[in-house]
């Protein structure tokens, strides 16, 4: 019957709204810091991100025609002594307040009769409109989108243009070369790129590695206390990182550790381990013992058999362990912070640096940000199955 | 969790397992045995670690008054002593007495929740104001009665309540859902995208959506909606009635995706054939909901919501990297962190952690015992 | 009215046919079975019926109405689930009342149809216990009692004994055939073990590859079997298929084995002489394969000497495997028989019971 299908179709209907709608309401704030992080900074101080869709190229001169072409006329250059088509005169106005202040001040010296200025809105859109007509900005010297804010985050760059002017310009800082050196600036999300590969990947590999180790050992070795030991193990999950922090970074000044990698390779690795080895003791006691039985029977030694056998069988679960591993790290910041501090930044921490003390240069915050998101998308879109199943496998590491 | 009992063939060598465990054992005692067993006992200590809290328990000299001892003898404060007082900027309420500790030489003046001692010495009579103290539990007194603490628990309690709740509900919601559409992996990967992020990032993130200005133009998604729809812009990461919400929706975005991983995984375990006699029953989609899948996952849900609980007692990042505390979002974790190293009050920051694992312990324990109840019945 | 009927029912899943072309007219109050090898498609045609499957093309009727886009729930169908899909987390009780719930029958109602459910059932001790404090025999009986108390117009069983074990098994059959003609209600039965079709059904539809082979009674599909598929499904040990020849010889028709050659008896032969020179198989079953010696009276026979192989003692008979030159088959014995392994033997075939099936569309020739 009709009314049966249509009744079948309608019900699917609230499904796909509720879950395209959350879906949208997820992406939007990411897409939002995508698209600012690709705008011009004067652009991102004056505009949301969601006025790039709108075409620019008209906007401003309605609001010229509405509320000054009466006065100025259709070329600007109605009233004497004023030419609103002077590039010199428009350069001057960097930000529209300014060009405010100029109107109102022409009204008050009698030379224009304004009957009434445009808000602050129109004011943006008029101010970009003169610009690009007077020729100070054409279409292409401000691009709707640029890299500017990718290469100044990248350098570290703490000027009030852009690291690619000012090079060009000769005005560089002290602390840039103006070639590619400077993406090892210290100041720069480049460097700190590189540190927190220093920093992930040996915190990813020797958790494992231990873990593997421990793990077989409490799965198919024989001593005494072992059960007693495994669960006092898995116990140490509850003692909390901030717990640990403190004493340690006292043990570290004393001995000259604060500020270095092997620092921080030794505490995550020390506090990665206990979920480490629980994950693979379970994954490593449930592979199926006629394996081993059979490798013991043919005279192979605990060592090959670990090599040989456990570790090839357990990848599944290595993998699992180093992708969530890996992420933790990248991702933290509090650990970072205490141990590494200023002295060798990683991106979570960099990004705090690129808007100073007076909260300029915070168009940087969108590069950067997307800088320290890139590879943890890559690694969760590509391996996004082993993150799942580890994750299904036991609690999640708090 | 089952033993695994090791065949008598594969018994060999004594030294050899402990090789193996080794290296995984030593690091473990020294960054996790060690450091919570001496932060244990620095919470105990003062600042430096160099005395016992005790120490802190000052009791300030104010200054000097002059006055007949004998006055002091009687439990009616003397009106003389409360002018001197007030000729030092001290006023004593009328519920003020006198309480004699040691008759000519020393008495107390309890005033509500103020203690002033009085001592003779050298013939003047030297004032001393008490505080409170706990001995050696003082940085205990403080984690638990300074307001800012107050302030961080009550946030907490907030952040308990409106993100476990949200992201366990958002999460079953569209566990749900995506089981229905084609379109399943997609939706579920771009819910669980932000896991990936870090918190920093996700800070950032949201700054851009909450971002306020004074003028007409509104560069926030947020300010820039409610202008549209006619409002006025909040800011919303400082005005103190919303900034929590704003944090929480943040931490909420972020961790919905695990609970919604867990819950899917948990709905689709459910044989389809009991699922399906139940629609045979005569069950509307929503019964079949509540009435058999829920109870049936009822145990995977608890132990999510522990879970949640655990991470949301120990949030800390998307404080510290959006509004640092201020504004009264203030929370546990950034409480720590900022004793420590701004503050440099070690001991009290000691105290906090302390505190921080007694509130976690109870679900993690709970949680333990439930998962491992769960992997005896597999 | 409760009848059912399947027109011209189609199920697809991409390139995966389920059921084809499926028109079958089901009576009311009718026990009827749907039978066949795994993957047949049994279960999905009882799927489609109860609505748990949505079907690609035909039209399915319960009574007079199509029920194509009508709910499971509104089908007013109930179905025992061969896992039994017992709520787990219920007391029996709850399980039995849940359907009625749903409907918003009054208290008082459910409690009198549930326990007069538990009555026939014999569970009424169990009310209060859950699913995982039940044998599986009393789950199944959980899952059937779940269905009764619904009253619904036609039952749906998926399968519902083969959990059990045989003992076990063959007394829930029983119950079942009993509880059929308590309630008066359409049955559909679906079943891959041949033996409980050919016991419990009044009708039984015979599936291959989503194909319907033949329905019929019990009675007619061992007797006639349609089709080759049919001829070897039915009964228990399969029925003997030998490469064959029509021919005639003598004036009378034959056929022609290779390494013997049986005359038809005459009614038959009417039939068959319209295809001589075809090529055939020749069905005889086991049970009317005899030893010479002894074999039942007033049949017509027809001998041939063969070898035996194995013989297998069954107590009231003997399952005999039997060879020729070139061809394999089996017999069953009288007890008495002196056939043993190794012998050669004279076998007589009962040809009143005689099949032939068309070797290249595998339809009997009839």
Known sequence: MITDRIKMILSGLPTHVVLIGLCLIWLIPTIGLFVTSLRPFQDINESGWWTVFAPRETAGQDVYEKYLAPYYGPDGKAVEGVDLFDPELIGEFRRSIELTVFLREQVEEGKVQLEELPDTQEMTELLAYLRRVSGVEDAASRPRFTLDNYIDALMGYRGRDSYVEDCAAGEQALDLNCNITDIMNPRGMGRAFVNSLLVAIPCVILPILFAAFAGYAFSWLHFPGRMLLFALLVGLQIVPLQMTLIPVSRVYAQLGLNGTFLGIWLFHTGFGLPYAIYLMRNFIGSLPREIFESAYLDGMSHWTVFYKLALPLSVPALASLAIFQFLWIWNDLLVALVFLGGQKPVLTYQIGNMVSSLGAGWHLLTAAAFISMALPMIVFFALQRFFVRGMLAGAVKG | ?378 | MANVKYEHVTKRWGNVVGISDLSIDIEDKEFIVYVGPSGCGKSTALRLLAGLESITEGKIYIGDRMVNDVKPKDRDIAMVFQSYALYPHMKVYENMAFGLRQRKTTEAEIDQRVREAADILGIEKLLDRKPGQLSGGQRQRVAIGRAIVREPNVFLMDEPLSNLDAKLRVQARAEISKLHQRLETTFIYVTHDQVEAMTMGTRILVLKDGIKQQIDSPQNLYEYPDNLFVAGFIGSPAMNFIDAKLVERDGKVAVDCQDFALEVPEDKAQVYRQHLGKEVIFGIRPEDTHDADYFPTGITKSLVEARVDVTELLGREVVVHLASEHIQFQGIFDPRTEARAGNTIDVAFNMDSMHVFDKQTELAIR
């Not at chain 2, 926030?220 to 409002?231: D, E, H, M, S, Y």
């Not at chain 2, 990042?317 to 004793?339: F, H, K, L």
């Not at chain 2, 976690?360 to 998962?371: A, G, K, L, S, Y």
Request: proline share 4%.
């Open chain 2, 1 to 378: 969790m089952s033993d695994v009992q090791v065949p008598e063939i594969m018994r060999q060598g004594k030294i050899a397992p402990w090789l193996y465990v080794a290296p995984a054992l030593l690091i473990m005692t020294a960054f996790i045995v060690y450091p919570g067993i001496n932060t244990f006992l620095l919470s105990f200590k003062n600042a430096d670690g160099t005395q016992s809290a005790a120490a802190a328990c000052v009791e300030e000299h104010l200054f000097n008054i002059d006055l007949d001892p004998n006055e002091l003898n009687r439990k009616e404060v003397p009106a003389e002593l409360r002018t001197q007082f007030q000729e030092h900027d001290v006023t004593l309420t009328p519920r003020a007495r006198v309480e004699v500790k040691e008759a000519g030489n020393e008495w107390t003046i309890v005033d509500g929740r103020k203690k002033y001692v009085i001592q003779s010495k050298d013939q003047t009579l030297n004032v001393y104001e008490k505080e409170p103290c706990w001995g050696i539990l003082e940085n205990y007194r403080y984690a638990l009665t300074a307001p800012i603490m107050l302030t961080a628990f009550r946030n907490n309690l907030l952040w308990v309540f409106l993100m476990v709740g949200g992201t366990v509900g958002l999460g079953l919601l569209i566990a749900v859902l995506a089981d229905r559409v084609k379109y399943e992996s997609l939706a579920k990967a771009i819910i669980f995208m932000p896991m990936a992020i870090s918190f920093v990032g996700a800070g950032v993130i949201w700054k851009f959506v909450y971002s306020y200005s004074t003028g007409q133009v509104q560069i926030g998604l947020l300010n820039a909606i409610v202008t549209k729809l006619g409002g006025e812009p909040i800011s919303w990461l400082s005005e103190p009635a919303v900034n929590n919400l704003a944090l929480i929706v943040v931490g909420v975005w972020m961790w919905t995706g695990f609970c919604m991983t867990i819950l899917s995984a948990s709905l689709k375990s459910v044989p389809t054939e009991i699922i399906e006699a139940a629609r045979v029953d005569g069950a509307t989609e929503w019964r079949v909901f509540w009435k058999v899948m829920v109870p049936i996952i009822m145990p995977t849900i608890a132990v999510v919501v522990t879970t949640m609980v655990i991470n949301v007692l120990k949030i800390f990042d998307i404080v510290y990297v959006m509004t640092g505390g201020n504004y009264g979002t203030e929370v546990i974790a950034n409480r720590m962190y900022g004793e420590m190293y701004v503050s440099h009050q070690s001991g009290r920051s000691a105290a906090i952690a302390v505190i921080l694992i007694l509130l976690t312990i109870p679900f993690m324990i709970w949680n333990v015992r439930r998962f491992r109840a769960q992997e005896a019945i597999r």
